[in-house]
């Protein structure tokens, strides 16, 4: 079993900033890829930033030069520093990630969240 736990999320003001983290626990081999998700109300899942575990990195569109996507290897951690937020960004982020158990089976696991609002 591999659980992931997510933390930083809050209330900020527009402009301002927030560094979410997400840290896996459990009987772990390796992480491949990680990333954050976020979910709206009244809106679908949305991938926001993937890490491979070589650190190539993605990003949607509309967070592409606010947000920076970046991992922890020795701590099985995942982080993301949010800056310039804005009103839109108001949702719940989760934390995916997948790779080995030390049983060598693939895992797929997502966390239960973190709220993030911006608002004034």
């Known amino acids: 079993q591999v659980q992931l736990v997510e933390s930083g999320g809050g209330l900020v003001q527009p402009g301002g900033s927030l560094r979410l983290s997400c840290a896996a626990s459990g009987s772990i081999f390796n992480i491949n890829a990680m990333a954050w998700y976020h979910q709206a109300p009244g809106k679908q899942h949305e991938l926001v930033a993937r890490?491979?575990?070589?650190?190539?990195?993605n990003y949607t569109d509309s967070v592409k030069g606010r947000f920076t996507i970046s991992r922890d290897n020795a701590k099985n951690t995942v982080y993301l520093q949010m800056n310039s937020l804005k009103p839109e960004d108001t949702a719940v982020y989760y934390c995916?990630?997948?790779?080995?158990?030390?049983?060598?089976?693939?895992?797929?696991?997502w966390g239960r969240g973190t709220q993030v609002t911006v608002s004034s």
């Open positions: 995916d990630a997948d790779g080995l158990t030390r049983s060598y089976t693939s895992f797929g696991s």
């Open positions: 890490i491979t575990s070589g650190g190539i990195t």
